[in-house]
């Protein structure tokens, strides 16, 4: 990176636990942090807690005419001076617990644009802005190693992110930016819900999410392909990819029947 040229951060989903998490990781890097979310009001509430660098960005990542809005205020950017995207960090999510048959049109929609094609649309927009030493840190899932009855379509879009990413990383390695992909387990946040149908939901290994951001960016900084915070899930993980989905499918479906 030239003396002259303005380093940059950008984290989707920045507003909420996790992201609040990678902001705090990342922020001392770089001369401005990018934070993407739907909220402006939880936005802003970023700059009280990391000052002047957070740069507010308003994106609806469920929307992929939305995408547009990040490649143009690059573009914008670079005519005012140069710039350098240090971390790329593709945090943002949906989901929730459900038969398939009880999803609308619109929520699958928004589910597919958020994990897939937003972190697709994302990479392939950051990457002409980055050089050696960058890191792009897609949040996958322990979800995407195994097929989840009544969370179906987040594990599959999970899924997919793990895939994409491991390839991804492959096709950037002669260019020396680092892709890591994050496969977390229970993440204590305001997204997971206290009770389903009146009883209380028990997650099991659950951890808090400085923990999980930590951990990622510490592997990322190492150059590694993968983060699995904690030895037991990283267990779990290692089950779920070595077990027959048969299997690993009735254990996970009698765990969540209760709660639907």
């Avoid at 939880?42 to 308003?58: D, N, T």
Wanted: with cysteine; net charge positive.
């Amino acid at each position: 990176m030239s003396a002259s040229a303005k380093s940059v951060a950008i984290v989707t989903g920045a507003a909420g636990g996790l992201g609040k998490e990678f902001v705090r990781q990342v922020i001392d890097d770089v001369d401005e942090l990018w934070a993407i979310g739907r909220n402006v009001e939880k936005l802003e509430g970023l700059k009280a807690s990391f000052g002047a660098k957070i740069v507010p960005l308003k994106m609806d990542l469920s929307d992929i005419k939305s995408f547009s809005k990040l490649s143009d205020k690059l573009k914008a950017e670079e005519k005012k001076s140069a710039l350098q995207i240090r971390w790329l960090i593709n945090n943002a999510g949906v989901g929730r617990f459900g038969a398939s048959k009880d999803f609308s049109t619109e929520e699958l929609s928004a589910s597919v644009n958020t994990h897939c094609a937003a972190i697709a649309s994302l990479c392939n927009i950051c990457i002409p802005y980055m050089k050696a030493g960058d890191h792009i840190v897609n949040v996958a899932s322990q979800a995407a190693f195994s097929p989840l009855p009544y969370m179906n379509l987040y594990a599959a879009t999970k899924a997919f992110v793990y895939s994409y990413t491991r390839a991804l990383r492959e096709e950037l390695r002669e260019s020396g930016i680092v892709v890591t992909a994050v496969c977390p387990g229970w993440i204590q946040t305001a997204l997971l819900p206290e009770k389903l149908n009146g009883v209380k939901v028990k997650f099991p290994l659950i951890v808090t999410a400085d923990k999980v951001a930590a951990k990622a960016i510490k592997d990322a900084r190492r150059g590694k392909a993968v983060s699995i915070y904690r030895f037991a899930v990283r267990v779990v993980a290692w089950l779920q990819r070595h077990l027959p989905n048969s299997l690993s499918v009735k254990i996970w479906a009698s765990s969540v029947k209760q709660y639907l």
